[in-house]
């Protein structure tokens, strides 16, 4: 199928998310090329999303019963970062379900109005031992309906 012009995906502006966490790159995240290496923005989505939650007390990643496994993971990109740039991570949930979520991440070069790149991952909860889906805990389901 071919894409669209109008289906282009397309930077979002600093209001489309919810909560922003600053993220410092490193001398390292670059590349060759003298910008941050692709792989280095889903770090960036999975240090945002779960510093978030950690910090709002809906996960304990060394206790909690339930833990939420990556199923689906993508990523857009519009404008280069690089070392020694700071990132502003935007957070929001675009999808809440009884045992999954839809992540939507914004990086934003610091100070600037639209995204560098954004992308999404889905977590699906799942019982820490059998590693079968569960119903969202209802402390991580409270903190994730603001994001939505």
Known sequence: MTEKKSDKPQAEARSAYKVFRSIGTRWMDNDAYGHVNNVVYYSWFDTAVNAHLIEQGALDIE??????????????????????QMVDAGIRVARLGSSSVRYEVGLFAQGEPLTAAKGHFIHVYVDRHSRRPVPLPLPLKSVLEKLV
């Open 63 to 84: 206790r909690s019963e339930v833990i939420g496994l990556v199923i689906e993971t993508q990523c857009n990109y519009f404008a280069p970062l690089a070392f020694p």
